[in-house]
């Protein structure tokens, strides 16, 4: 028998509860043992076919040996971080699907985990029920990850995905996804790009080896996504999406960015669109390799969040490395690696070559729209500087 | 030390090669012991750099209790069953890419690895490089797959976006991929859909717990497919694609089959063109999940066949449950399981009304087009037994 507390009981948390009971034959069955979920910790009780499960005070799952299993469903820092450690230290198994805890203090709860001989785990946190982590993991063994590019957040992909089949402007499918419950009253996390930011974090953490944090990682968001480069982009064959991306740049050090960027209909990313996330792998030996799925939602992330449960069963103690502690100066400054860039600009067509050569323009008219040569963007900004720019995207 | 023998040194063998000696520092770290490539069994010997390893004679490897892994890249049937059962039965693990040895036998030989208590292993198998079958084992333990559709099998869908991207027939599209070596002389385990069958089957064994012969599968292939209904399908971002799907039908059978169908501009396989790989599941508690890669060459597929050599070293006796016995009669007939229907014919659109009702008309012309809606095959034959039927696709 493993036991668990669940500390959270809200979207991701009722999920768990769900699977959990709806798959207890099958989960008992691969894991050889009853997976029995004891204790639920809430704020305030109310009333749930499972009530008696409900606790307010984390001192008693904290001290309560029989607990083996974590499940840390609070979202946030405070107190997820402080109670976290704290079952990580008591030699408590933790699975968390909480992605801000784990892209600022993952390495140290790791280590914890390291010393205690347990598992600090978190599928759920980056592309919910897809299993990129554990593939990055598990099934890469033969090869080197050369680079990630991943769509991470479904709340920015359903939102680009109408502006792209609807020509809705931002505001417009931002209000639209806030009705269907996809994006918060203050959509900040998402639209601004920290969600995608803390998660491409991660697997950067996880395939490069050193943590990077959050701050350290430029970051831009969707909301001067202009619906003209969207229609132009379309005649090419091309669409813009929130990704974060993750490479070894030339001089060894990590490039890592999140920004909307142009890709071209080709693979998984391009098809990736809704609520739907992707992750994209660039490998030696393998080439490239795509996980798709359900980035969010109740029952998905708690697919995740059980499957991490059953690895914690099974294991003989701490199954992963720790990464390395945190150097901010192995991140590349994301102005000095050359990328290709998509440019809409007021000028004419002449103007464009006259500074840029024969570069590839897409689009004519009340506005000049082209794709540049491969370039650093401080090169790019000297360019562009007696231009009328409009809009520059990065190009994948 | 781990030593391994490998059998055969074609395009797979020769890329295990190349993989054990590129990552041999990473996989030593990864395992904590040295792989060792002691054997490598050839027809005849010739000359490479690591010729001394060249033996002739399996009873070598058969008989040398320092080997631990047998690595079978021969193919066929004759002499791979042969082989593969006697390393077995030795307690050797055995990790093969060949899927036709696994659809046959797949029973029986890891009904004799767990007797050893040692593992057959076959990522390679089906989706080369793709970890689709680690996935299905190892990431979807909270849930019920209830259906898999795949992409698996690069030849033809190469061929496919040949005709569908630049309007080639299906010889003139064949043809080039001969030229590139995507093709046999004698391509028709491609184009016929044997392999897909084949690999699609080892899916359905993995997924849903019964073995199921290739032989008791309905299998066609693309050689019938006509530029005309590829070119009428784009106009309402429709494609034909090779699928192998597999789902539990509403008696409870499995309704399993390999054929060309028509796939909508939604999701990954769709998007995945040229010589790539894709599977797509729908589970129930995740959702829909897809896994996208190479399916086929020499690294991609060697990737493969060493995380499952990674695997082996790892284990700990048998990891995998064998699937039960083969059942023909749990297969159901596809031509009872409804289905909706891609049809093209030289009748007018008036007399497909009248025999179809309010059906989805998609093109009229020379010919006309249309998509029924869910029926059987037995009831479609009927209904079309009055038309002049040009073709007839299923819709994914």
Same mark, same amino acid.
């Given at each position: 028998m493993a036991k668990i507390a669940l500390l959270g009981h809200g979207v991701v948390g009722t999920g768990v509860v769900n699977v959990l009971k709806n798959k207890a034959a099958q989960l008992e069955k691969l894991t050889g043992e009853q997976l029995e979920l004891k204790y639920i910790l809430v704020r305030h009780d109310y009333d749930v076919d499972y009530k008696e499960k409900f606790v307010t005070d984390f001192t008693t799952i904290e001290t309560d040996e029989e607990i083996d299993i974590v499940v840390e469903a609070i979202g946030g820092t405070d107190p997820a971080y402080k109670y976290v450690k704290a079952a990580l230290e008591q030699g408590k198994h933790v699975v968390t699907s909480n992605k801000e805890l784990v892209a600022k203090h993952g390495c140290e709860l790791m280590n914890i985990a390291k010393e205690k001989n347990v598992n600090l785990m978190f599928e759920g946190a980056v592309g919910g029920a897809i299993p990129v982590i554990h593939g990055v993991r598990n099934c890469l063994e033969a090869n080197t990850v050369n680079s990630v590019a991943g769509i991470l957040n479904g709340t920015t992909n359903y939102i680009l995905t109408k502006m792209i089949e609807e020509k809705q402007s931002f505001d417009v499918a931002l209000k639209r996804a806030q009705e269907l419950g996809? !994006?918060? !009253?203050?959509?900040s996390a998402d639209v601004d790009g920290i969600d995608t930011c803390r998660k491409i974090c991660i697997l950067a953490d996880i395939i490069f080896g050193n943590h990077i944090l959050p701050e350290n990682v430029h970051t831009e968001g969707i909301r001067n996504v202009r619906i003209e480069d969207v229609d132009t982009l379309k005649t090419v064959g091309g669409c813009i999406k929130l990704l974060g991306v993750a490479k070894r740049a030339a001089d060894g050090k990590l490039f890592i960015m999140t920004a909307p960027h142009v890709v071209f209909n080709q693979g998984i990313l391009f098809a990736a669109t809704d609520v739907f996330n992707a992750a994209q792998l660039e490998t030696d030996n393998a080439g490239t390799m795509a996980f798709y799925g359900r980035g969010a939602g109740s029952l998905p992330t708690a697919s995740a969040v059980v499957n991490d449960i059953v690895e914690c069963v099974k294991a003989d103690g701490t199954i992963y490395p720790v990464w390395d502690d945190e150097k901010p100066e192995a991140v590349a400054d994301y102005k000095s690696v050359p990328l290709q860039f998509y440019v809409a600009t007021a000028d004419g067509a002449e103007k464009v070559k006259e500074t840029f050569g024969d570069v590839r323009i897409i689009a004519e008219g009340t506005e000049t729209a082209f794709i540049t040569e491969k370039m650093t963007q401080v090169r790019l900004e000297t360019a562009l500087d007696g231009l009328a720019v409009k809009s520059v995207l990065r190009v994948l």
């Open positions: 996809y !994006a918060e !009253a203050d959509p």
